[in-house]
Nanobody, 128 residues
Framework: QVQLVESGGGLVQAGGSLRLSCAAS???????????MGWFRHAPWKEREFVSTISWNGYSTYYLDSVRGRFTISRDNATNTVYLQMNSLKPEDTAVYYC??????????????????WGQGTQVTVSS
């Protein structure tokens, strides 16, 4: 079992930056480095969508086209934390952002159905 807690959301003006964090609490016998991680977001009147993913060792990452070059995903396996640095934010980035975990030593994954564990979400609001 994994419990995920996101933080770092808030209200920011267009062009600004935010850094989201996702802290993982793990059941005994599991290590954070055994999980690939993802960030998803859910905007009003839209379906939840993939934003970014990172492999268990951090060597592989992938991004939604509309955030590539502006967002950076990273992880610290020593502190069981995954981050999403969001720069040059746009109003269309407004959403609840969720982190997710999948117990796998495979590569990256963009599909929601792959991820077994989800956080409660953190609100990001970008004003124009």
């Amino acid at each position: 079992q994994v419990q995920l807690v996101e933080s770092g959301g808030g209200l920011v003006q267009a062009g600004g930056s935010l850094r989201l964090s996702c802290a993982a609490s793990l059941a005994s016998g599991r290590t954070f480095s055994s999980y690939r991680m993802g960030w998803f977001r859910h905007a009003p009147w839209k379906e939840r969508e993939f934003v970014s993913t990172i492999s268990w060792n951090g060597y592989s990452t992938y991004y939604l086209d509309s955030v590539r070059g502006r967002f950076t995903i990273s992880r610290d396996n020593a502190t069981n934390t995954v981050y999403l640095q969001m720069n040059s934010l746009k109003p269309e980035d407004t959403a609840v952002y969720y982190c997710a975990a999948d117990w796998s030593l495979g590569g990256i994954a963009t599909l929601e159905s792959v991820y077994d564990f989800w956080g409660q979400g953190t609100q990001v609001t970008v004003s124009s």
